[in-house]
Nanobody, 125 residues
Framework: EVQLVESGGGLVQAGGSLTLSCTASGSKFDAYVIGWFRQAPGQERQGVSCIRTSDGNTYYEDVVKGRFTVTSNSAKNTVALQMDSLRPEDTGVYYC??????????????????WGKGTLVTVSP
C-alpha cells in the first residue's frame, strides 16, 4: 500500500505563496493519480487539483484555476502544489491522496484510495 507524506504548510498573508509537497512510497508512482484535497474549518473535505503522473495531465477546481499549479517528479516520487495569490478562504488542512484513475476528471473524493496525514495552511487577511 502506498504511503503519502505532505509537507510545506504554514502561515502566509493574503496574496502570498506557498508550495506543498507530497512524497509517495512505492514502486508504481507513474501509475498513480495524485490528488490534493483540502478541508476548511467546519466544512467538508473537497478536491483542489489532481495530476496523472504517467503523462502530467492536470485537473483544477475552478476556485483555484490560474492560482495553483500541480506538478509531479517521478525521479523523486513527489507531487508539488504551488499556491499563489492565496486568499483567506484557502485556509485549511491540505491532504494529498491516491485517486482512482477513473476519478481523475473532477478529482472526486469518492475515488480516493489512501490519504496522507495533512498539512495546515493558514492565510491571514
Amino acid at each position: 500500500e502506498v504511503q503519502l507524506v505532505e509537507s510545506g504548510g504554514g502561515l502566509v498573508q493574503a496574496g502570498g505563496s506557498l508550495t506543498l509537497s507530497c512524497t509517495a512510497s512505492g514502486s508504481k508512482f507513474d501509475a498513480y493519480v495524485i490528488g490534493w484535497f483540502r478541508q476548511a474549518p467546519g466544512q467538508e473535505r473537497q478536491g483542489v487539483s489532481c495530476i496523472r503522473t504517467s503523462d502530467g495531465n492536470t485537473y483544477y477546481e475552478d476556485v483555484v484555476k490560474g492560482r495553483f499549479t500541480v506538478t509531479s517528479n517521478s525521479a523523486k516520487n513527489t507531487v508539488a502544489l504551488q499556491m499563489d495569490s492565496l486568499r483567506p478562504e484557502d485556509t485549511g488542512v491540505y491532504y494529498c491522496a491516491v485517486v482512482n484513475r477513473r476519478d481523475f476528471y473532477g478529482c472526486r473524493l469518492s475515488g480516493v484510495n489512501s490519504w496522507g496525514k495533512g498539512t495546515l495552511v493558514t492565510v491571514s487577511p
